[in-house]
Every structure is written in structure tokens, then in C-alpha cells.
């Protein structure tokens, strides 16, 4: 069986029919959609340039029983209690993502994390309507860039100092620019306090009026129905390397998955569509008896303010050389390097290729020519 029909849920009944399971599979999930991709929802769907993002995959030739709209309510060796009824299992698949955290306050709150979320949202973008996204995140800037093409106007109110802190730290800075040019009102080192009727109180008192607030301020993995279950919890559902829970025949997959990681000797949670298209393969081999690891070099994009942004790897406590200048040349990227000049991690924007070829450096471990590394007119593959 398989629980949440995002897409590693999905992914995980294609991974089981490819490793040759005959059996009956099914796969349950709380939302009245056939399986889609989220990451189109903030740009596609929101700029008004589709309607679906359902996932190519024939649901009817897996012969899997889909069941749409069953949530599941707690877990007990070899049952899954649903909506529906007990339904048992001998293997089990976790994937049940992640979900959007709210801010306090009565007022109306939009996140952006479902199909029906963005179609709602984009339904309120018209000229004039005046928007207050909280958070400068990934999400945020999408729905900025989203929001002021169809020319509403937007304040964007951001805790930390710079956008995109948590995931570039003051790399992030250079981002501003791209805010300004848009015509947002970008409002760092900003807390709200909650949100209210016709907008947000923000901490120091004062308000922001706004028509719709959009809050992107980050997500929680969808666990709840595990409390009491047997599977350890700490931050998502907790995994060995191969993807397995602390419950025999349970493994978990995607968003809600905290694995341990090989690679950096650490517990990792990504939460990024990379991670729900590839980890089912080795969580579904790993539940037939197979031996596999999962280990990737964590990869993620945003598309924002009409440029690509795309990061690989982890740069905690990596030393930044910078490739190009962000004030000057508006394709720039960043690498960070350990202490034996070997890349971490990479960050480019409009360098699509920077980023496979690090990727592959990360991957490979090499110590690299940090001078040549900070030179943007020599490919990351020649230092
Ligand atoms: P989900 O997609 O969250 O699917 C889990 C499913 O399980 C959901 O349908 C949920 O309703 C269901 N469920 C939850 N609880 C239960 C229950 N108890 N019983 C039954 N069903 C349940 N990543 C990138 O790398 N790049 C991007 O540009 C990008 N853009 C994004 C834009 C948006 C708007 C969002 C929301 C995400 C974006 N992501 C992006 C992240 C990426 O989409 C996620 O990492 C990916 O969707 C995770 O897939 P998942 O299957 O693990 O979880």
C-alpha cells in the first residue's frame, strides 16, 4: 500500500510494478486529484499558462486501485486506518508529504502548496488588487513574480534580512535587486504578528493593508496520523539509509522523509521534487529485501523574476567564492568549497550549466583551482 498520492507516491506504485510486484497495490490519497506536480503550480498555473499539472502517469496499465479522497488516520502493524475503513498491508509507502505552517491571526490566510490553492489564488490576481506575500522564500518570490505580472501591487514582508536566507544566507542579498526592479515593495527584517482583517499587523504595531495575504513562510511534514504508530518521528518520518522506517515493512519517501544520509553523515529532510521523483525507486527495492542506498547531492530550482535559479549540494560551514558579478552581469553563480578546496555546493542563476557540471563535481569530490572557480568565463568542469 501506498499512503499520499503526491508524487512520490506515485512514483513509488510505478517503482513497484518496474521491480516486477504483482500483487494488488493500493494508494490512498487525501486530495479528490489524480497524482500532479506541485512545482508548476507557482509559475504555469499561477501566470495563468495552464489549468493542470496532473503527472503522466496511466494509472489505469499500473493497475493500482487509486483511492481519491481517503486520508489516512493512524497506523498499527499491518493496518492502515483510513476515512474508509482498516484497509491491512504486508509492505507499506509513506509519502505523505509535507503541509504549508499558518500564521496567527482571524485574518483570510492563502498558503500555496495544492492545484485548487493556486487556481484560488490566481483567481484574486488582477490589476490594482493590492498583495501582501509573507515570506521571501522560494514560494514567495514566485508568487511576487506571478502576482505583479498580472499587476497587483505587492509588498513583500521577510523576517530575515535578506530573501531566500535559509537557503543561501547572504547570498540571498543579491536577490533584492530583482524585487526592486519588479516594483515590489520588499520589506526586510520585518516579523508579522499576525494576520488580520484587510491585511497584517506586523510586530512593531503598524499594518500592512492588503487585499489577499499569501503566506509562504515554509511547511511541515504530514505525520500526524503516525503519533503512536511504532515509527520513529523526529522532524518527518525517520530512515536508515535505505529509506526503511523503524517498522518492519515500512519504508517513507519524499517530502516526509527525514533519511539518513551516507554522504553527509547526517539526517537529512528535502523538501524538493527531486527527492519525491527518485527516492521511491530505493525505498521500493528496499521493501522487496534488495540492498540499496539513497544518497544523492540534493538538487532543487526556482524560477523567479524571469530568471533560473538553480542549486545543488549543502554549504554549511563552506567558504563562498563568487562566480561573476551579481552588479554586473545579471548570469552570476556561487560556489562554496570545503577546507580542501573541493566544491559543496553550487548555486547558479541563468547558468544552467554550471549547475549539471557541479552537480558532478559535488558527486565526484575533487579538490578544484579556486581562482579559476571565481572566473565565470571558465567552465566549473576546467578547475
Ligand atoms: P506531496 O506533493 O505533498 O504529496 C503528498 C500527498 O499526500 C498530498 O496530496 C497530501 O494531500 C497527501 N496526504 C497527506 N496526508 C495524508 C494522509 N494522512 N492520508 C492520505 N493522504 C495524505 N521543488 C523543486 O525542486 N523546485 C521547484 O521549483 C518547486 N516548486 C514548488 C512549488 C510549489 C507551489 C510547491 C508546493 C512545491 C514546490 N516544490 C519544488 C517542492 C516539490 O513540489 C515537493 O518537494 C514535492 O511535491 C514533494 O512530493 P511528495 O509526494 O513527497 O509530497
Redesign the pocket.
Known amino acids: 500500500m501506498v499512503?499520499?498520492?503526491?508524487?512520490?507516491?506515485?512514483?513509488s506504485v510505478e517503482a513497484l510494478r518496474a521491480h516486477g510486484f504483482a500483487g494488488t497495490i493500493t494508494l490512498?490519497?487525501?486530495?479528490r486529484?489524480r497524482?500532479?506536480?506541485?512545482?508548476?503550480?507557482?509559475?504555469a498555473v499561477l501566470l495563468g499558462g495552464t489549468d493542470s499539472t496532473v503527472v503522466d502517469s496511466d494509472l489505469g496499465a499500473l493497475e493500482v486501485s487509486f483511492r481519491p479522497g481517503?486520508?489516512?488516520?493512524g497506523l498499527r502493524p499491518g493496518v492502515v486506518e483510513?476515512?474508509e475503513g482498516e484497509l491491512p498491508y504486508d509492505g507499506l509507502v509513506i509519502?505523505?508529504?509535507?503541509?504549508?505552517v499558518r500564521l496567527l491571526g482571524d485574518g483570510p490566510q492563502h498558503v500555496?502548496?495544492?492545484i485548487d490553492?493556486?487556481l484560488g489564488l490566481r483567481a484574486l490576481f488582477a490589476p490594482g488588487v493590492r498583495i501582501a506575500v509573507v515570506g521571501a522564500g522560494?514560494?514567495g518570490a514566485?508568487?511576487t513574480t506571478a502576482a505583479r505580472r498580472a499587476g497587483c501591487e505587492v509588498t513583500v514582508v521577510e523576517a530575515a534580512d535578506v530573501p531566500l536566507a535559509a537557503a543561501l544566507g547572504p547570498v540571498g542579498a543579491w536577490t533584492v535587486p530583482w524585487y526592486e526592479q519588479a516594483g515590489v515593495d520588499l520589506r526586510l527584517g520585518t516579523a508579522v504578528a499576525s494576520v488580520d482583517h484587510g491585511g497584517l499587523t506586523l510586530a512593531d504595531g503598524s499594518a500592512v493593508e492588503a487585499d489577499v495575504v499569501v503566506t509562504g513562510v515554509g511547511?511541515r511534514p504530514?505525520?500526524?496520523?503516525l503519533a503512536g504508530s511504532g515509527v520513529g518521528l523526529d522532524d518527518g518520518v525517520v530512515t536508515d539509509e535505505h529509506l526503511r522506517t523503524s517498522l518492519p515493512g515500512v519504508v517513507a519517501?519524499?517530502?516526509?522523509?527525514a533519511w539518513w544520509s551516507r554522504r553527509y553523515g547526517r539526517r537529512l529532510r528535502?523538501?524538493?521534487?527531486?527527492?519525491?521523483l527518485n527516492?521511491p525507486e530505493v525505498a521500493v527495492a528496499s521493501l522487496m529485501g534488495e540492498e540499496a542506498v539513497y544518497d544523492p547531492v540534493p538538487?532543487?530550482?526556482?524560477?523567479q523574476f524571469g530568471h533560473m535559479v538553480q542549486y545543488a549540494g549543502r554549504h554549511d560551514g563552506g567558504r563562498l567564492v563568487m562566480r561573476g558579478d551579481p552588479g554586473a552581469d545579471p548570469k552570476w553563480g556561487a560556489c562554496w568549497v570545503d577546507d580542501r578546496d573541493r566544491l559543496v555546493a553550487v548555486l547558479s542563476v541563468d547558468r544552467p550549466r554550471d549547475l549539471v557540471q557541479g552537480r558532478r563535481l559535488i558527486e565526484g569530490g575533487r579538490p578544484l583551482d579556486v581562482e579559476r572557480l571565481a572566473d565565470p568565463a571558465v567552465a566549473l568542469r576546467d578547475c
Request: charged content about 25%.
Open positions: 499512503v499520499g498520492a503526491g508524487l512520490a507516491g506515485v512514483r490512498i490519497g487525501e486530495e486529484h497524482p500532479y506536480d506541485r512545482p508548476p503550480l507557482s509559475k481517503a486520508a489516512a488516520k483510513t476515512t509519502a505523505t508529504g509535507a503541509r504549508p500555496l502548496r495544492t490553492d493556486a522560494w514560494i514566485e508568487v511547511v504530514a505525520v500526524e496520523w519517501v519524499g517530502d516526509c522523509a528535502v523538501e524538493h521534487w527531486d527527492t519525491a527516492a538538487y532543487f530550482w526556482s524560477e
